[in-house]
């Protein structure tokens, strides 16, 4: 909770009245340029704006309706402008479709279908942009302590303390902090968890975060009455923090309450449709890419003996080994010498990287620099071994170093770029390059597939972190 509740209501109210004059005024707007501006010619007779009254309301309440349907009026400060943007288009698709349905029904007037049509277009940028000014407006307000939720912990230990200090760290939540209820010395103390009814009374909390692992069902549930009865919200923060990850559900198994972790690894259509895109770019790509790949062959070939691409064995999905190809960057012994490179990793965790790695030749240092060495695994994506975007694949000995955590990275199908390389490339540390590509993993999509595509030329050309 980041809103209090008086600000969060107050919010609402402003983004629902906001939508409704919009909505409302974007359809008239919509009539003005279609009938009274001169723009767009007038094939057909004048309408008068008095045959548009009527449909301009219906279409107002339809859309209104469709926009709390997609949760528009709700204050997400998480979610993007892109986000916001797809809610609306969506809204307002379903909402074109129910007005046009009735427009057929009542055949009393014809009306203007490019009324209509510009009237959504100016509906969805006003409403879009309104809602970005009010989330601006509101996380403006929060930085200086106006709005806040007020929010106290209940805990002792490091749980307690790890959640203060999260709440500390956000900066639209830090000055919304009351303080701790515990039994320790804490410097946020402000009194003991028994006295957590009259700390809502007296101090007006808008949520109470429970962040101690040893505590009874009978203390929990006085907690959620004392809460419920003063409109608090109670939220309570499980000791099991990386198994919360995915799709969360609450089931039954007779009388019994269940907690069901979903997979989150892209099933069915998902894979056909991202198979589909890995497809069409990779055999793009070979076409487009062939003249290059001459000149590289020719280059290495000159530079160093030994052949023009190196394959290595890679674990793919679910621990599968494939060949991944590269073209060569290193002299013909480099897996040999790599036992007494060892010692000199740079890198953290499960990986071997050095800045100045002496087996690298010099055309080797200019692919690498723009990641050119990486360009024949657009064949592997042709093949189905990898994808266009994914966690890049692990040497088999990296794999036996792996966290348990951190196996989740090889239960979807590798890729050529992915977001830990947009995102700081070689320059970020193992866990951080992990951590990014469980993200990916769980929130993946075809937008976001384009999104780090897009983002990998910029990073490619000015070959930031590529060593």
């Known amino acids: 909770m980041i809103l209090s509740r008086k600000t969060d209501r107050t919010a609402k109210y402003i983004i629902f009245i906001g939508d409704v004059i919009l909505i409302a005024g974007g359809f008239a707007l919509a009539w003005v340029l279609r009938f009274e501006s001169g723009i767009i010619p007038i094939l057909k007779e004048y309408q008068p704006f008095s045959t548009y009254r009527i449909p301009i309301v219906v279409a107002m309440v339809i859309w209104i309706l469709a926009f709390g349907w997609q949760r528009l009026f709700h204050i997400e400060f998480s979610r993007k402008i892109g986000q916001e943007l797809g809610k609306i288009i969506k809204a307002s698709v379903v909402s074109l479709m129910v007005t046009m349905a009735l427009t057929f029904l009542f055949r009393g007037e014809t009306y203007s279908r490019l009324t209509l049509a510009i009237g959504v277009v100016i509906v969805c940028i006003l409403t879009a942009l309104y809602h970005r000014l009010v989330i601006t407006i509101l996380k403006r307000m929060l930085r200086k302590g106006t709005g806040v939720a007020r929010k106290v912990v209940i805990g002792d230990g490091g749980l307690a303390e790890e959640t203060v200090a999260q709440i500390l760290a956000d900066p639209l939540t830090n000055r919304g902090l009351i303080g701790r209820l515990c039994t320790d010395d804490s410097p946020q103390r402000i009194g ?16 109470v975060i429970l962040a101690e692992p040893d505590v009874s069902e009978a203390a929990i549930r006085r907690m959620l009455y004392e809460c419920r009865k003063e409109k608090a919200l109670f939220v309570m923060v499980p000791t099991f923090q990386g198994l919360l990850r995915g799709i969360i559900e609450i089931d039954e198994i007779g009388e019994l309450g269940t907690i069901v972790f979903r997979d989150v690894v892209m099933a069915g259509w998902q894979r056909y449709a991202k198979r589909a895109m890995d497809l069409i ?7 487009l890419t062939s003249p290059l790949f001459l000149i590289i062959a020719i280059a290495i070939k000159l530079n160093s003996k030994g052949p023009v691409f190196f394959t290595q ?26 036992a007494e490179l060892l010692d000199r990793n740079e890198r953290e965790g499960a990986v071997f990287k050095i800045k100045k790695d002496p087996r690298i030749t010099a055309v080797g240092k200019l692919l690498r620099r723009f990641s050119l060495d990486e360009l024949p695994q657009i064949i592997n994506v042709f093949l189905g071994q990898m994808s266009l975007v994914g966690p890049r694949p692990p040497l088999e000995r990296e794999l036996a170093e792996y966290e348990s955590w951190q196996l989740k990275r090889v239960d979807t199908i590798p890729g050529m770029t992915g977001l830990w390389q947009v995102s700081g490339r070689s320059d970020l540390s193992f866990a951080e390059m992990v951590r990014l590509d469980i993200y990916y993993i769980e929130h993946w999509s075809i937008w976001l597939d384009i999104k780090i595509l897009l983002k990998t030329i910029p990073a490619v050309l000015l070959g930031k972190g590529a060593y």
Do not use: C
């Open 313 to 338: 064995e890679r674990v793919g999905k679910n621990g599968r080994k494939f060949r991944m190809l590269k073209f060569r960057s290193m002299f013909i012994d480099a897996e040999k010498r790599l």
């Open 281 to 287: 770019g990779s055999g793009l790509g070979i076409i």
């Open 192 to 207: 003991a968890p028994s006295e957590l009814k009259t700390t809502l009374i007296n101090r007006n909390i808008d949520e």
